[in-house]
């Protein structure tokens, strides 16, 4: 292990953090808010961290092999939702450090869960940093790294592959470091664009600041109790809901519609799974909560918005689901499941590892009544990888274990029945949000104790890394020379 | 630039990973699943696995925008193939390598027809650079620079010598009347060192020396090394190397005996080579090279396909009292052991091919834009030596260079002026116009600019 290289690049990381909360520190200097101390402290000690083990650490080598790729990825985000945790502390707003770590891991990890009951009269900037967060951690705090530092090492493969959703990492471009340039500005693009059309949509500045991050990241803060669903109004909820729907597409075909291959583009494969599970989900909740709200329109409105919401693991609500017919509710835990494209700020299983597992049991069940057919699973028009196959059938295992277990840990605690710690275990795991139960949608995490908020914490950071960049930490081979 | 590399066996390896080193944009395309993985993990490139003879497989890696595409699969035809569609679709650079000496005679009907720019064969220019290593037998290395009119020679320093042991800022007081070369570069125990006038030679130093071609022969003949003229030269293996060099050193006056394992190869080749003294039997069997005269020959060369056969039988001629052993190895990395057995000359037919293609490269980089006209890498690529061309605007023209500031570890190695070589000292200037070589022991440097500054 070059274990330079990685305290280097973890000091990398984190001046990265103290620069990312100038804006967060600029609003609260603007609005007043009384918060500017507790952000000079967070980036004074980021400094005084990072600033020795970025000078101090002189790796005899830059080549970033698998193992110190997966370390450094696993420990920088570690280490982020640590520190970015501190300014609710020094703030006050959340007095106590392991609901702060909490809240800051699962802004990072864009999923959304809150342990805030009250909104009323919170400090903006910290609001700000809130959802900052999100939109940091919806592309990545390593791809933002390559994309500003690419020289820094050999061989960034591995960064990006342990950071980015997917069970294959492609490149847009040659080079690593052009491709994370490209990612990020097709990223703050469309985030700037869905800023204007939420203010044209009749938001305030702030409100449409946060509301365009939490939807870019995927994650799903808001600076209201009700969500989305406080602005009561169409306008905002289809703008959104669109928004959703685009930020979990893979940003690969964004890059190659402004390259002039939409036409390709559109004939994604992994694009049609994902349009049609969230169609399908969506006419099928909006007829089973027809009744509810009597219009169709009006069913659509909300059944779209939380297909939406869901799918892509952003986690905003306009209505309380728990409230829905059952079925309704379960289509709704169908695509927490499945997540949104690969390469997308969506969290998830992604919808091209459904795809792939769907044609491997479908190729299982041809292969015990017809053994010598020889059977190429295809996908995006090539055959795919035995290899890639095999390891999405490991990682399914994987994540439905990790799952089961996260369960079994909040459970101990005895707090809550069956509905809330399953699916606390698994929306944290999958980034979204709300769960069902006790942690719906109009609730929060608030009422979990420090041992459950940092069991789900570790399950947020597994789904952000896609679990074996945070698995590989508690493996002992890792730690070992050679 | 964006470049294309179809084919990533050994050479197409070596070169995407050069090319991606001096920040190229580069796509390899490659059959093979498991090699596209390994340039994945390792490069930082864009991988494509297909068919590069397939035009949708060209156009996916952006065969139409490519400033240059290289064709190094095994295959000749799917080379020629590749550049041929790529061409056609828009690439603006072709470069094939093509090995068979059937496709040789044709050659330039072939380029001509498939818009190849470049024809590469790896085993005629391994076949001539052991032809220069036969007319220098004294150097382990020599490249030449400025068109032909530098060379810059590497020999191994021995106790005898008479340079060893003197301060390099010393030695013309030292030693009346020895030709004024250029100490460019030494490479001791593994590392290389880039020597300024405190420098002390020593025995076992790898120096390499730079001159004009007659003032390095009078250097060698002052340093008493150049008495060894090669007349018979015995080659191990009838491959393709040894045929080219046959064809290339006989009309030079050589006699030339070669081994061949295979019959029905020797008779081909006594057949296409009427002077070459061709011999059925295998090479590496001591007997039968104690039996053809091995000891009484003036060069030995080793050019079986096996790498191991041919340094073991290297090995074998120099105890044999050979003064000139070559050996071909093909395996990156092994050169500093293989010195420190007593092998000096080692060919690279690789490394040759990828330094032959990776030189255009940066020519038509420099009609492009970056400045360096050509860049040769030194001691298994631990230094590089760059040419310049100075231009009017450059803050350093006409200003000597003792007044300049030059970056360290960067040497201004010579000067050439009008056709003339000038070794330059202190007092020397730098003309716009001139051909500037620098000798560095860092890559990545683009510019004379970076190095000299006023």
Not at chain 1, 57 to 83: C, D, H, M, Q, Y
Not at chain 2, 89 to 117: T, V
Not at chain 2, 200 to 213: N, Q, Y
Not at chain 2, 340 to 358: E, F, Q, R
Request: glycine fraction near 10%.
């Amino acid at each position: 292990m070059n274990k330079r290289l990685v305290i280097r690049l973890l000091g990398a990381i984190m001046l990265i953090e103290a620069l990312a909360m100038l804006p967060s520190m600029l609003i609260s200097i603007v609005t007043h808010d009384g918060c500017v101390q507790a952000f000079l402290n967070t980036i004074a000690i980021l400094c005084l961290c990072g600033m020795p083990m970025w000078l101090l650490a002189r790796p005899k080598e830059s080549n970033l092999r698998a193992r110190e790729g997966f370390v450094t990825v696993a420990l920088a985000w570690v280490i982020l939702s640590a520190f970015g945790a501190l300014p609710f502390v020094f703030s006050g707003m959340i007095p106590n450090y392991v609901d702060a770590l909490f809240e800051s891991v699962s802004g990072f990890t864009t999923t959304g869960a809150t342990v805030f009951a009250n909104f009323e009269g919170a400090p903006k900037g910290i609001m700000f940093w809130r959802s900052f967060t999100h939109w940091i951690g919806g592309m990545g705090v390593l791809v933002l790294t390559l994309a500003l530092l690419p020289s820094m090492t050999g061989r960034a493969s591995h960064l990006a592959r342990a950071e980015s959703p997917g069970p294959s990492f492609s490149k847009i471009v040659p080079k690593m470091g052009d491709s994370a340039k490209i990612l990020y500005i097709i990223y703050a693009v469309l985030t700037i664009v869905e800023f204007g059309v939420l203010m044209l949509c009749g938001m305030g500045p702030y409100d449409a600041a946060i509301h365009a991050m939490g939807t870019a990241g995927t994650g799903g803060f808001s600076n209201y109790g009700a969500s989305v669903g406080a602005f009561d109004s169409a306008l905002i909820d289809g703008v959104i809901t669109f928004f959703m729907v685009l930020f979990g597409i893979n940003f690969a075909l964004f890059y190659r519609v402004l390259t002039g291959g939409w036409r390709d583009a559109l004939k994604s494969e992994e694009l049609h799974w994902y349009l049609g599970i969230f169609t399908v989900c969506t006419l099928g909740v909006t007829l089973l909560i027809m009744p509810q709200y009597g219009s169709f329109v009006q069913s659509l409105r909300y059944g779209s918005f939380q297909i939406a919401s869901i799918i892509s693991t952003t986690g905003y609500a306009t209505a309380d689901y728990n409230l829905w017919h059952p079925a309704a509710q379960m289509l709704v835990l169908f695509v927490m499941f499945t997540g949104a494209c690969a390469g997308s700020t969506a969290g998830g299983m992604k919808v091209v590892r459904v795809a792939l597992l769907s044609k491997l049991a479908g190729r299982e069940v041809r292969h015990t009544f017809q053994p010598r057919k020889v059977q190429v699973v295809r996908f995006e028009g090539k055959g795919t990888d035995e290899n890639i196959l095999a390891q999405t059938a490991v990682f399914f295992f994987a994540y439905i274990a990790l799952i089961l277990i996260g369960c079994f840990l909040v459970s101990l605690e005895g707090k809550y029945g069956f509905a809330a710690n399953f699916t606390a275990a698994l929306t944290c795991v999958n980034n979204v949000g709300p769960g069902l139960a006790e942690i719906g949608p109009m609730y929060n995490f608030a009422g979990y104790g420090p041992f459950g908020k940092l069991i789900l914490s570790l399950l947020m950071l597994c789904g952000r890394l896609e679990l074996f960049p945070i698995l590989v930490l508690f493996h002992p081979a890792i730690w070992r020379k050679g | 630039m964006h470049i294309l590399v179809v084919g990533a066996g050994k050479v197409g390896h070596m070169i995407a990973e050069h090319l991606a080193r001096e920040e190229h944009d580069v796509t390899v395309i490659d059959r093979s699943d498991e090699v596209v993985h390994r340039i994945d993990d390792t490069l930082d490139v864009m991988c494509i696995r297909g068919n590069g003879a397939n035009a949708s497989t060209l156009l996916e890696a952006g065969a139409d925008k490519a400033d240059i595409i290289i064709a190094t699969t095994a295959s000749d035809e799917t080379n020629m193939l590749c550049c041929l569609i790529a061409k056609r679709l828009g690439a603006k650079f072709a470069i094939a390598r093509i090995r068979d000496p059937e496709f040789n005679e044709s050659l330039a009907l072939l380029q001509r027809e498939m818009g190849i720019d470049l024809a590469v064969n790896p085993e005629r220019a391994t076949a001539l650079e052991i032809s220069r290593l036969l007319r220098f037998p004294f150097a382990s290395n020599i490249e030449a620079f400025a068109k032909g009119r530098v060379e810059m020679v590497e020999f191994r320093a021995l106790e005898k010598d008479a340079v060893v042991g003197i301060p390099l800022r010393e030695i013309h007081h030292k030693l009346r009347g020895i030709p004024h070369v250029l100490y460019a570069a030494v490479e001791r125990s593994g590392s290389a060192i880039i020597p300024n006038g405190d420098f002390v030679i020593e025995p076992g130093d790898r120096v390499h020396v730079a001159a004009d071609m007659v003032t390095i022969t009078t250097y060698f003949r002052y340093l008493g090394k150049n008495s060894l003229r090669v007349k018979d030269v015995m080659m191990l293996g009838g491959g393709r190397i040894s045929y080219y060099l046959a064809r290339m050193i006989v009309p030079m006056g050589i006699h030339v005996s070669m081994t061949e394992i295979n019959e029905k190869k020797a008779l081909d080749l006594s057949e296409a080579l009427p002077e070459v003294n061709v011999i059925y039997g295998d090479g590496t069997d001591q007997e039968l090279l104690d039996q053809e005269g091995l000891a009484q020959m003036d060069a030995f060369i080793a050019l079986c396909d096996r790498d191991e056969e041919n340094l073991m039988t290297g090995l074998y001629a120099v105890r044999q009292g050979v003064p000139k052993v070559v050996v071909k190895n093909n395996r990156g990395g092994y050169d500093d052991i293989i010195n420190a057995m007593g092998l000096d000359s080692i060919v690279s037919p690789k490394a040759i091919t990828c330094a032959y293609i990776l030189r255009y490269v940066r020519q038509r980089e420099n009609a492009t834009g970056t400045r360096v006209e050509r860049l040769y890498k030194l001691m298994d690529g631990k230094a590089e030596a760059l040419e310049f061309i100075a231009r009017p605007s450059d803050p350093y023209v006409g200003i000597p260079l003792k007044d300049l500031t030059i970056r360290p570890g960067t040497l201004v190695a010579v000067i050439v002026r009008r056709g003339k070589v000038i070794v330059p000292f202190g007092n020397d200037h730098i003309e716009a116009g001139d051909s500037v070589v620098i000798l560095v022991r860092e890559s990545g440097v683009s510019d004379l600019n970076e190095v000299i500054r006023k």
